[in-house]
């Protein structure tokens, strides 16, 4: 079955941090690089963090210094520690494997970030 939970999301000030986490089914974890995406109101979904199946670690030029992804092979978990947080990073949430979006037929619910200034 495919599975996609993500949660973690929340309601912070300017500065302040949060640590998202996305538990996945293993057909979707396993040998998959898995990324964070994020839609805020009005704008597309983009993909701000991802890591491949082993540590290797990449991040979108309005993130990075800033966030800090990482997963666990051993729980099907992937992670998004948010640093630093600014109200541009207000957005709906997700997780998912690293492919072109259009061949992705499943998201999860996502998590709600909102940063107040």
């Known amino acids: 079955q495919v599975q996609l939970v993500e949660s973690g999301g929340g309601l912070v000030q300017a500065g302040g941090s949060l640590r998202l986490s996305c538990a996945a089914s293993?057909?979707?974890?396993?040998?998959?690089?898995m990324g964070w995406y994020r839609q805020a109101p009005g704008k597309r979904r983009e993909l701000v963090a991802w890591?491949?199946?082993?540590?290797?670690?990449n991040y979108a030029d309005s993130v990075k210094d800033r966030f800090t992804i990482s997963r666990d092979n051993a729980k099907n978990t992937v992670y998004l520690q948010m640093n630093n947080l600014k109200p541009a990073d207000t957005a709906v949430y997700y997780c998912?494997?690293?492919?072109?979006?259009?061949?992705?037929?499943?998201w999860g619910q996502g998590t709600q970030v909102t940063v107040s200034a």
């Open positions: 890591v491949s199946s082993g540590v290797s670690t």
């Open positions: 293993k057909s979707i974890f396993s040998s998959n690089a």
């Open positions: 998912n494997k690293v492919v072109p979006m259009v061949l992705i037929t499943y």
